[in-house]
């Protein structure tokens, strides 16, 4: 159930977990292999439109990954650094950051959710501002104030 003045969109879980930070919408794909610092989660490419931004403890948006698939073990390490993304919204199933996040579960015990949004989830998420993401068996879901 939804309180007023809270607004919510449903996903599907491809990573269990729970996550909160600003968000941040990419406006091209990003490998994590190449596309960001190891040590400081930053996006380096400097082809990249968010060039300079940092990517821990924000809510990703993108609608898929690109490049590597040694992306998956960046994004591993960077989740256990505490350098993550406080969780990732996927316009298209991305097996190689879910990977990498399966396995920061498995090897450290540190979830961070991944939620596949259809288009109309995607449409309705605010371009700005904090975020909840939930994902779990129960259900899986963005929502904000």
Do not use: K
């Amino acid at each position: 159930m939804t309180r007023p003045g809270v607004d919510r969109v449903a996903g599907e879980m491809l990573c269990a977990g729970d996550g909160a930070g600003e968000i941040l919408w990419l406006d091209e794909p990003l490998s994590f292999w190449g596309g960001t610092d190891l040590h400081s989660a930053i996006i380096t490419d400097i082809h990249h439109p968010q060039h300079g931004i940092s990517l821990a403890g924000r809510v990703m948006v993108m609608d898929a990954s690109r490049g590597s698939s040694s992306s998956s073990s960046v994004l591993a390490e960077q989740i256990r650094a505490g350098l993550a993304p406080s969780a990732i919204l996927l316009a298209s199933r991305d097996a190689i950051v879910t990977l990498g996040a399966l396995a920061a579960a498995e090897v450290y015990g540190i979830r961070l959710p991944i939620l596949l949004l259809d288009a109309n989830a995607m449409a309705g998420l605010p371009r700005t501002g904090a975020v909840v993401v939930s994902s779990g068996p129960d259900g899986s879901s963005v929502s904000w104030s």
